[in-house]
């Protein structure tokens, strides 16, 4: 019986996150030399849970067990913005700290992202909305984001800020020295 010797290729999973003590989004996206997918997109609602340390509790519970069913390489976090309430920022940077302590737990490197540099990695526009963003990913990968809560997408846009930031680290990743070679080699992403 002859075996097939060719090597599988080269597998490279994102964990993006966007955190949040009342939801928190998530998405695993796979990449492959010549494509990408969203593994798993979705969004731990907290609400219901009064203590806070409970929420932080079950939100690193729950991610703890996303990486451990889907094995990515790395997290890619929304960097906490900058707000008016101040208890509202201590929360959100604790969540942001049980996220990132499940992942290193777990052996992933992780990376932060500010929100406007995801907006400029998905849509060119580091001023764009909520909603642009969701539309060029719906685009990209086909999805029906109607189905999602923004945090979802928002997670998705960050998992795809890291891969569009990084790509030469990447297994099969490409740079670009410019938009030209950017257009030519994406041309099924253009409209």
Not at 59 to 85: C, Y
Not at 94 to 115: F, K, N, S, W
Request: proline content about 5%; overall charge positive; charged content about 25%.
């Amino acid at each position: 019986m002859a075996t097939n010797s060719t090597p599988e290729p080269a597998v490279y999973r994102i964990l993006g996150i966007d955190p949040g003590t009342v939801v928190l989004g998530f998405a695993v996206v796979e990449v492959r030399p010549r494509s990408r997918r969203v593994i798993e997109l979705g969004v731990l609602k907290l609400a219901q849970l009064k203590d806070h340390a409970r929420r932080l509790e079950l939100i690193h519970r729950r991610l703890t067990q996303v990486i451990q069913e889907h094995s990515p390489t790395v997290m890619s976090i929304e960097a906490p913005f900058f707000g008016k309430n101040p208890q509202s920022m201590l929360k959100l940077g604790r969540a942001q700290g049980v996220c990132m302590a499940a992942a290193i737990g777990q052996g992933l490197e992780v990376t932060e992202y500010a929100p406007r540099k995801i907006k400029q990695s998905i849509t060119g526009n580091g001023n764009a909305s909520k909603e642009q963003v969701a539309a060029m990913l719906e685009n990209e990968f086909d999805l029906d984001s109607s189905r999602y809560l923004a945090d979802a997408t928002d997670a998705l846009g960050a998992a795809m800020c890291h891969y569009y930031q990084n790509r030469s680290a990447v297994p099969g990743g490409k740079r670009f020295s410019g938009w030209e070679g950017f257009l030519k080699a994406n041309a099924d992403r253009i409209k």
